[in-house]
């Protein structure tokens, strides 16, 4: 947990296998898996994270841990998005935030607020090349939410920033604030991508999250202030 939070997650998953190889109980071995499976779709390996995500989400509805099993059936979406399900992921993780919502299951809520955010960033900043095959599936989508992609992205992080700050989330509400910063300096508002990016650096100071620290200081030094301009008298 302690690798997986500080963003260092080839060594989370070198560290739940041994959890999972050794004489644990049930929940054990589930809540080690969850984390390896977590750590495998944040490297981008989906199939490993589609595998483990499996076994979880099995184990999970065999015995009603829903704790682990609704995060990891949001998490799943995210491989499907990953994978060209845009439309269908999208409505997906905002049919996520209002069910969770409304039965008070805030952890999960904040956590598919962020992820629908990624989704709209992912559109803003164009960092992954979309296949033509997949632009032509999710044709409609892209052409009803790409305009307004910012606005939308926006808007769930600081929904997932309030809720992870109500519930003591600390570690989503760094990244959430990290990523909406990121939002902001690709709009070239470095005005509102410098106060979110310095809560986050704080927040990943705070529980130790040494990587994610190391990314966020990274992008804020990058940040080249705005020259103040000179009336010159004639």
């Not at 300096?185 to 990943?204: H, N, Q, T, Y």
């Amino acid at each position: 947990m302690g690798a997986f939070v500080a963003g260092d997650f080839k060594s989370a998953i070198d560290q739940c296998r041994l959890a999972i190889d050794g004489p644990a109980d049930a929940y054990f071995h589930c809540n080690a898996e969850f984390i390896m499976a977590w750590a495998y779709l944040s490297m981008a390996d989906f199939s490993q994270a589609e595998r483990h995500f499996g076994n979880v989400m099995h184990f999970c509805q065999a015995c009603g841990y829903d704790l682990v099993g609704k995060t990891a059936e949001a998490l799943s979406t995210a491989i499907a998005v990953a994978r060209g399900r845009l439309r269908a992921g999208a409505k997906a993780f905002l049919d996520y935030t209002v069910k969770y919502m409304a039965i008070g299951k805030h952890y999960h809520a904040q956590m598919a607020h962020y992820l629908l955010g990624n989704v709209y960033l992912n559109m803003v900043l164009g960092e992954h090349r979309l296949r033509p095959g997949v632009i032509l599936r999710n044709l409609g989508f892209l052409i009803g939410h790409r305009p307004r992609a910012a606005r939308l992205a926006e808007r769930h992080f600081k929904a997932a920033i309030r809720i992870a700050g109500q519930i003591g989330a600390l570690g989503i509400k760094g990244q959430a604030c990290f990523d909406l910063g990121r939002l902001y300096l690709a709009g070239k508002r470095a005005d509102l991508a410098m106060p979110v990016l310095k809560e986050s650096i704080a927040l990943f100071e705070r529980i130790g999250a040494s990587e994610h620290l190391l990314r966020a200081r990274r992008v804020a030094k990058s940040i080249v202030p705005d020259r103040p301009h000179h009336h010159h008298v004639i």
